[in-house]
């Protein structure tokens, strides 16, 4: 069974301290993996998957299948990057499989 | 381009009554998604509908059930309601259920709570 973790329910950062968010998942098979993020008051939207390889607003993830991982990064947190992040896994037709989600703060 | 919308915005039920939460998709969209969202907890997939018809479906009971339009609107009927169905239901389209095509746009969601 596909399955998505992310360890962190809450993860507190001051601006300007780089961010990491986990995100470990339980497939056999090639996942497509992606990071959603809702801020306050908005509605879910997608960040980034990793077949793209891109960087949006400063975040990256690399997809590491040896240890099964999808983390969330960037080197310089900002107060605008202050919300919910969901990591997701879809593999071909499937639909999204969600993990719990981590809030991120970020303190000025 | 108009985005996804979903009506109403917050529902109140009580136990055993039924529910009908509406979803209009994002223009040029023929594929919906349904989710339900628990607090403290991510998405989790309902069913999917393509073209009008079920294309998908996770593991919620038949009570919960769904229907598309000819225009790619999209219903989530929930029958006989429990307290555990109080959550944020959750709308996605997207433009067909191809993983190339299958980014999927969210709504801003309708809050039911069963009492």
């Known amino acids: 069974a596909q399955r998505v973790t992310q360890p962190e329910k809450l993860l507190s950062v001051f601006k300007g301290a780089p961010v990491e968010l986990k995100c470990n998942y339980s497939?056999?098979?090639?996942?497509?993996l992606f990071w959603y993020v809702q801020y306050s008051r908005q509605r879910l939207q997608l960040l980034l998957r990793?077949?793209s390889r891109e960087s949006i607003k400063g975040f990256t993830a690399d997809l590491n299948k040896g240890e099964t991982s999808f983390h969330l990064k960037k080197p310089f947190a900002q107060e605008e990057d202050s919300a919910m992040y969901y990591c997701?896994?879809?593999?071909?037709?499937?639909?999204?499989?969600f993990g719990k989600g981590t809030r991120l703060s970020v303190i000025a | 381009e108009t985005g996804v919308t979903q009506s109403p915005t917050h529902l109140i039920k009580t136990r055993g009554q039924q529910v009908t939460l509406r979803c209009s998709s994002q223009?040029?969209?023929?594929?919906v998604s349904w989710y339900q969202q628990a607090l403290g907890q991510g998405p989790q997939f309902i069913f999917q509908?393509?073209?009008?018809?079920?294309?998908g479906r996770g593991n919620f009971p038949p009570r919960f059930s769904g229907l598309q339009f000819p225009n790619y609107s999209s219903e989530l009927n929930v029958n006989a309601l429990e307290l555990d169905d109080s959550a944020l239901y959750l709308c996605?389209?997207?433009?067909?259920?191809?993983?190339?095509?299958?980014?999927?746009?969210f709504g801003p969601g309708t809050r039911l709570t069963v009492l």
């Open positions: 509908y393509y073209r009008e018809e079920e294309n």
């Open positions: 990793h077949i």
């Open positions: 996605a389209s997207s433009l067909s259920p191809s993983r190339a095509e299958n980014e999927q746009f």
């Open positions: 997701a896994l879809r593999s071909g037709n499937t639909p999204l499989v």
């Open positions: 223009s040029g969209h023929n594929t």
């Open positions: 497939y056999s098979g090639s996942p497509e």
